[in-house]
């Protein structure tokens, strides 16, 4: 809720709408453009007395003034974004995420075993599919898409009406945790004793005594809560904490202070699993038109799930399959960050999905594929994002197997819950929270489970709508949680829920070789009844 950009706006007597703000929250470092934005405005001749109203049309123009790429124009392509390369160099690196030990102990994953495949040539084809297999009866649904649900008018009230929503959505949950008697925080302040309370998180941070303080706010008002740092437990809880999460808290009141014992997280009850007859197939980051796409390693991975490459038994498998679920950045883009015509060998966002409906028409018409998209593709960029639009991807809505959904989305595979999420909220935990990175992706899908929210942080690099309906709170729980966009795989289960990343099919690029994100290139999850394989097309 604490929000720099919206905050420095109205510092200085400006009001932005939705669009504005969102052209605003696609840099790297968006203060960075709203300080230059709101000195620009003010160097108008126009007065802090007068009320401006911060448009589209007044950013488009800022921007063209001052030599500055319009992120959000896709389907052109742009120049090179040199002025704005210095402060993409310098953003924070992932480095900041000391590996700790405490967060891995304390995880709390199922045991499981991982089969993991190399997938070879093999010698003898005489493989034949079981023939009683009927994969073209799909029972598939969509159970949450929000394609269609964008209702914003772009009034700054509608921010207010997202986040009253999400503490809505969340106190439900949280309130079935024995938190049904908590006070509302202005009855809080008056009371003594031991008190509960729900609230979302304004702020949180360490004292000089290393304690954690967090400003915790309700419709009714708000109040400071102190963690001390000798309850071991609770503080290392705590230090996954982030800002603008909603969480129960049981303390005594000291002063105007709550000492906190007990945090109450939304949580995730542990889940009846659900083993399928079918096999799904979950990727992700293929990057089609990077010159780092691993086309060969992509041909054999179709070729696969064909049925046309592999041993008798890996055969198998693949004619196992009835879904292939895709999370995202299916194309690179255009624009994406500074200097990518370089490293790009298609430089037309329509001609990268006309690849790609080229390479996913491949793949046989009894496998059912799903598309959400990633932060490379042509949706809008704040989460929820809309399916990848028609308008760039006709070649791609011409394939009857394939269905387009949201980022998140929900959908059920014969009955097999599967939240599907890109995953770029995870930059925002990495760089948050102590011990998270985009190595332990798994840990971060633990939490936003826990936290039974998307991508809780508002105002980082996520750019989050601020829709009417927080479309991000996890309101059921899967039984598959599918992300990608870290480009690392991996799998762990939790409380019974599957959490699968699929990696990516786009070697390291240069921006990766800045950040030293070592990526696992064309290693595709899947679920085969009930158990995890992992097959490798390198
Ligand atoms: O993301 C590819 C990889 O780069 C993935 O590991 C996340 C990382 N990444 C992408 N953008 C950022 C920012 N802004 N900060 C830190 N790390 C980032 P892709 O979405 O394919 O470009
Ligand atoms: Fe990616
Ligand atoms: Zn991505």
């Known amino acids: 809720m604490n929000n720099n950009i919206l905050h420095k706006f109205t510092e200085a007597g400006i009001l932005v709408n939705e669009t504005a703000y969102e052209k605003i929250n696609l840099y790297n470092d968006p203060i960075y453009i709203t300080s230059s934005l709101i000195a620009d405005i003010l160097s108008q001749g126009r007065g802090k007395k007068d009320l401006i109203v911060l448009s589209e049309e007044m950013v488009e123009s800022f921007l063209s003034r001052n030599n500055i790429p319009d992120l959000s124009l896709r389907g052109s392509e742009i120049g090179s974004i040199s002025d704005l390369e210095s402060d993409f160099e310098s953003a924070p690196t992932m480095e900041n995420s ?10 709390n994953f199922d045991e499981v075993k991982v089969d993991i495949i190399e997938a070879v040539e093999s010698q003898n084809n005489d493989f034949n599919p079981p023939l009683e297999f009927k994969k073209n009866e799909f029972n598939f649904e969509i159970l949450q898409d929000t394609s269609k649900q964008s209702y914003t008018s772009g009034d700054i009230k509608d921010l207010v009406t997202y986040f009253q929503n999400r503490y809505h959505k969340l ?19 008056q009371s003594k004793d031991v008190v509960k309370i729900i609230g979302m998180v304004r702020d949180i941070r360490t004292t000089k005594n290393n304690h954690k303080i967090m400003e915790v706010e309700d419709e009714t008002g708000d109040i400071s809560v102190l963690i001390h740092n000798e309850n071991h437990q609770l503080f290392e809880k705590s230090e996954r904490i982030v800002r603008d999460e909603v969480i129960g808290i049981v303390g005594s009141k ?11 997280h939304p949580g995730v009850p542990r889940i009846e699993e659900k083993v399928t007859d079918f096999g799904v197939v979950f990727i992700s980051d293929v990057h089609i038109g990077s010159a780092t796409f691993l086309e060969d390693s992509f041909n054999k991975f179709i070729q696969w799930i064909n049925g046309d490459f592999g041993t008798p038994t890996q055969m198998e498998v693949a004619s196992d399959v009835k879904y292939l679920v895709v999370a995202g950045d299916i194309v690179d883009g255009i624009g994406i960050y500074p200097n990518q015509d370089k490293e790009l060998t298609i430089k037309d966002i329509t001609q990268q999905y006309d690849e790609a409906a080229r390479l996913f028409g491949e793949i046989n018409r009894d496998i059912k594929i799903i598309i959400a998209p990633g932060n490379h ?19 791609l809505y011409q394939l009857k197997n394939v269905e387009f959904v949201s980022n998140p989305s929900l959908v059920s595979l014969d009955g097999l819950k599967t939240l599907i999420y890109h995953g770029r909220s995870f930059d925002d935990m990495a760089m948050t929270v102590k011990g998270l990175s985009h190595e332990n992706s798994d840990l971060i899908m633990r939490e936003l489970l826990e936290k039974r929210h998307i991508a809780p942080i508002y105002g980082e690099r996520t750019a989050l709508a601020s829709e009417i309906e927080d479309h991000l709170v996890i309101d059921q729980i899967p039984h598959v949680f599918h992300t990608g966009h870290v480009h ?11 959490m699968i990343n699929s990696g990516t099919f786009q070697s390291q690029t240069e921006f990766q070789k800045i950040y030293n994100i070592m990526p696992t290139c064309g290693e595709v999850p899947v679920l085969h009844k009930g158990s995890l394989k992992v097959f490798k097309f390198s």
């Open 98 to 107: 000391i590996t700790d030990n405490s967060i891995m102990e304390n995880s």
């Open 171 to 189: 106190k439900g949950i949280i309130e079935k945790r024995s938190m049904k008697d908590h006070l509302a925080i202005s009855d809080v302040l």
């Open 254 to 264: 000291k002063g105007s202070l709550v000492i906190a014992s007990e945090i109450v």
């Open 377 to 395: 593709d042509a949706s809008r960029i704040a989460e929820p994002q809309p399916a990848v639009p028609e308008e760039y991807a006709k070649s």
């Open 488 to 498: 690392i795989n991996s799998y762990k289960k939790y409380k019974g829920v599957h």
